[in-house]
């Protein structure tokens, strides 16, 4: 690791998430706490994420508190849609411009917060680095075709071009997968690292499955993460609907996770009379209660449109859970060529779930190769070595080496 200069590298991440602030602290869901963003300080002497805060009255239930000493958030508005964006931009600029100021080294994540300080630092001649977690350009085409096609689709390439811009302007870059760095290239090929934040923890590694453990009736079949168009839930609910015409059961669905779709998937559940066997959780906390959805399933299932590197998937084959997911981004990296099926394909998805209904064998292989596939690849000192290669290359960039 690099020496640090005291006071030399203060750091700006720039990420388009929801943040809320309850009582002057500030709180996210999903992976983004406390000690997600302690983990730069091994590099850097301060964090200041400059990020959408929303105001609340109490920390929602499924809410880590995010700030912390030497972790700090420069707020913006948090908007939600093209009007509030517009009314808004004034304030995100004026926040963009502040980081600029503020910080010595820079990582640009994604989104209008992402385009935003890019642009200031582009005014003031500043270096900076830049992370890709997916492919930009279908995830927002899949976001927002139902609500503005048009629209939807031009937006979705601006921002594409944008990205492939702010990738060639960068000093370094990082990626969650060979699949998005074939996607976005740097200009120096030496400068570009591949990891993923996601750490696996003894709490979250359990170990692979055998017969015994898959033994029962019915086969239980769960889904994790975002309910949004993109992550493909309708197809799943479609899949169902065609085993139980098809007269397969013995099996049931969970999916667990909150988001925009999450009514409009109860209300398809509701519609195609699969609330027997199909049930939406809505949102949980990672931890314990999380791990007992994954430890309750036989199978897992990511259904997905557009994907950089699934967190949810990576948990779930650490938990030793067979899988079926989309040919799609950074599944492909991680899943074999029987476990994948044609993305938006209901008939596919739910001829692959029917294969493994009584099939215990089956389950247990793939259990096992599952395991070992996550465990050798996200081991943590292979992943720390790289993670902090990439923030010591920001480092020297801020720097000019």
Same mark, same amino acid.
């Given at each position: 690791m690099q020496t640090r200069e005291q006071g030399q590298s203060t750091l700006v991440v720039a990420i388009e998430h929801h943040f809320v602030e309850v009582g002057g602290r500030i709180y996210s869901s999903l992976s983004f706490g406390y000690d997600y963003w302690s983990e730069y300080l091994e590099v850097f002497d301060e964090v200041y994420v400059l990020a959408r805060v929303g105001h609340c009255d109490h920390v929602p239930e499924d809410h880590f508190m995010s700030d912390g000493v030497n972790v700090h958030f420069i707020g913006?508005?948090?908007?939600?849609?093209?009007?509030?964006?517009?009314? $808004?931009?004034?304030?995100?600029?004026?926040?963009?411009?502040?980081?600029?100021?503020?910080?010595?080294?820079?990582?640009?994540?994604?989104?209008?917060?992402?385009?935003?300080l890019w642009l200031c630092l582009k005014i003031l001649g500043k270096p900076y680095s830049r992370e890709l977690q997916g492919h930009i350009g279908e995830a927002?085409?899949?976001?927002?075709?139902?609500? $503005?096609?048009?629209?939807?689709?031009t937006i979705a390439w601006l921002s594409d071009y944008m990205a492939r811009r702010q990738v060639l302007g960068s000093y370094c870059a990082s990626y969650v997968s060979q699949f998005c760095r074939s996607l976005y290239p740097t200009k120096n090929a030496d400068r570009e690292f591949v990891f993923s934040s996601i750490r696996l923890t003894p709490e979250l590694i359990r170990g692979p499955r055998t017969v015994e453990d898959f033994r029962h009736q019915p086969l239980r079949v769960l889904s994790v993460g975002r309910l949004e168009m993109e992550k493909?839930?309708?197809?799943?609910?479609?899949?169902?609907? %065609?085993?139980?015409?098809? &007269?397969?059961?013995?099996?049931?669905?969970? *999916? #667990?996770?909150?988001?925009?779709?999450?009514?409009?998937?109860?209300?398809?559940?509701?519609?195609?009379?699969?609330? &027997?066997?199909?049930?939406?959780?809505?949102?949980? =906390? $990672?931890?314990?209660?999380? !791990?007992?959805?994954?430890d309750w399933a036989d199978l !897992?299932?990511?259904?997905?449109? %557009?994907?950089?590197?699934?967190?949810?998937? *990576?948990?779930?084959?650490?938990r030793g859970l067979?899988?079926?997911?989309?040919?799609?981004?950074?599944?492909?990296?991680?899943? %074999?060529?029987?476990?994948? #099926?044609?993305? @938006?394909?209901?008939?596919?998805? @739910?001829?692959?779930?029917?294969?493994?209904?009584?099939?215990?064998? =089956?389950?247990?292989?793939?259990?096992?190769?599952? !395991?070992?596939?996550?465990?050798?690849? $996200?081991?943590?000192?292979?992943?720390?070595? %790289?993670?902090? @290669?990439?923030?010591?290359?920001?480092? @020297?960039?801020?720097?000019?080496?």
């Open positions: 913006i508005p948090d908007y939600i849609g093209v009007r509030q964006f517009l009314r $808004y931009l004034p304030s995100l600029f004026v926040a963009a411009f502040r980081a600029a100021r503020l910080g010595k080294c820079f990582i640009l994540r994604s989104g209008n917060v992402c385009t935003a927002l085409t899949h976001f927002t075709r139902n609500d $503005y096609p048009i629209v939807g689709r493909g839930h309708q197809f799943l609910l479609d899949a169902a609907a %065609t085993l139980i015409a098809q &007269s397969v059961f013995g099996w049931q669905l969970q *999916i #667990v996770g909150g988001g925009r779709q999450l009514e409009p998937l109860r209300e398809k559940a509701r519609s195609l009379d699969l609330e &027997s066997v199909v049930k939406l959780m809505g949102p949980v =906390q $990672y931890g314990e209660k999380l !791990f007992s959805y994954l !897992f299932v990511l259904p997905s449109l %557009t994907e950089g590197m699934p967190r949810s998937l *990576i948990e779930a084959m650490a067979p899988a079926i997911g989309s040919r799609v981004g950074g599944i492909v990296e991680l899943l %074999t060529d029987s476990q994948l #099926v044609a993305p @938006a394909q209901p008939a596919m998805l @739910a001829e692959a779930i029917a294969e493994r209904i009584g099939n215990f064998e =089956q389950l247990e292989e793939e259990s096992r190769v599952n !395991f070992e596939k996550v465990i050798e690849a $996200y081991e943590l000192k292979k992943i720390r070595q %790289t993670k902090i @290669a990439f923030w010591n290359c920001v480092l @020297a960039g801020a720097k000019g080496i």
